[in-house]
């Protein structure tokens, strides 16, 4: 990955991760939400929704929130991931990832939003939070 500092937004909703039996079907509820995941493994269908939509016949971890990092990044980069979960590592906040086509998308706990802001904020990347507000390594907590 180059040597630069990337940006990433905090998005405004709880999540949840949830495992599913491998034969289940995808909860059509889901298809409504504005950020959800689904991947289906032999042995397992594992969900992550927002906490609202929860199927009752789940496997939960609740309590999640999403860190997006603003793209679209070309998909021959290197060391996207592995430059910010480093950063969350060391911070102690543990990591959920999920990549798209364009993205890449950081799920920590919702106890941890502070933990991760900083520092991410303190390797130069800047994040947005709930309000809007950009923040820097410059920036006041």
């Known amino acids: 990955m180059p040597d630069r500092s990337l940006n990433l937004q905090l998005l405004p909703e709880s999540m949840a991760v949830c495992r599913l039996g491998p034969d289940r079907q995808v909860p059509e509820e889901l298809m409504q939400a504005p950020f959800y995941s689904i991947t289906r493994t032999a042995d397992e269908l594992s969900v ?20 997006k ?9 290197t060391g996207v991931l592995a430059n910010l979960t480093k950063s969350l590592a060391q911070a102690n906040v543990s990591v959920f990832a999920l990549s798209t086509y364009d993205t890449d998308y950081l799920l920590i706990r919702a106890a941890d939003v502070t933990a991760a802001v900083s520092a991410l904020r303190t390797e130069g990347h800047g994040v947005v939070v709930d309000s809007g507000q950009w923040y820097t390594k410059m920036d006041r907590p």
Do not use: N, Y
């Open 69 to 77: 990092v603003e793209g679209p990044l070309d998909l021959a980069m």
């Open 48 to 67: 992550v929704c927002p906490e609202r939509l929860v199927p009752g016949d789940a496997k939960a971890e609740k309590g999640w929130r999403v860190l």
